[in-house]
């Protein structure tokens, strides 16, 4: 009897680590793996063809540009500039990526998630509200003010956001822990989404009048990433 519930729980526990571990990007398997976009002579790994190792350069582990700000000019206020395995492909099966975040005054990074990733932010100027709300069924808020060289995390999968309370502009930067993080904006999935949601649907599940549901539907929502 003893000799079968160690098993379970040790066929528990394997299953657990095995969960874990697929958890963020997996491990490479080789040195480097540079992403290329023709599949002549390539190598298909974590969702990209590989070039032949011999024909790697720097440029390929090289982006230049995240000293420029970028366009603010919107409706949310912010801008994200990402530079993932689109932008250096020698990113490609190494897991981590960055963002760089420009914000007006006032601006925010409107409530998303990163389905694959964790996200460490880095305050360079200005100040920002930042938070995450944790699963069900707490919806916990963990929030703080943010200054310049402070540091926060938002855990993988979370819903989070970050605002500019400041009076002048605000840039952050932030890495994430996979070459391709992905983001939901919850706002232009839920009410932009092509084709829309049903509106009795977001009518029950938000408890708004069908009219309200219909007017955000029928608004632009930005992208600011």
């Known amino acids: 009897m003893m000799k079968g519930v160690c098993f379970l729980v040790t066929v528990a526990l394997l299953a657990l680590a095995s969960s874990l571990a697929s958890a963020s990007d ?8 540079v992403a290329i976009s023709d599949p002549k002579d390539g190598v298909f790994v974590n969702g990209k063809f590989c070039k032949d190792p011999k024909l790697a350069s720097a440029d390929d582990f090289f982006y230049y ?16 500039t990402p ?4 932008q250096i ?5 190494l897991g981590i990526s960055m963002v760089r975040i420009d914000y007006t005054p006032y601006g925010q990074n409107p409530p998303h998630t990163h389905p694959r990733a964790t996200e460490i932010l880095v305050v360079l100027e200005g100040t920002l509200l930042v938070g995450f709300v944790t699963s069900n069924n707490e919806n916990g808020l963990i929030s703080k003010v943010l200054y310049k060289g402070d540091v926060f995390v938002f855990p993988i999968g979370l819903i989070h956001f970050q605002f500019n309370v400041g009076k002048t502009n605000a840039v952050a930067f932030a890495g994430l ?6 983001v939901i904006t919850i706002a232009n999935a839920v009410f932009g989404s092509d084709p829309p949601i049903d509106p009795d649907v977001l009518t029950r599940a938000f408890q708004l009048d069908e009219d309200v549901v219909k007017d955000l539907q029928s608004r632009f929502w930005w992208d600011n990433n």
């Not at 997996?26 to 793996?33: A, E, G």
């Not at 530079?83 to 689109?86: D, K, P, R, T, W």
């Open 83 to 86: 530079v993932n395995v689109e």
């Open 26 to 33: 997996p491990s490479p398997l080789q040195d480097i793996c």
């Open 177 to 182: 822990s996979s070459q391709n993080p992905g």
């Open 65 to 80: 540009g995240l000293h420029i700000p970028g366009n603010i000019t919107n409706p949310v206020g912010s801008m994200v």
């Open 89 to 93: 492909p020698g990113l490609n099966t």
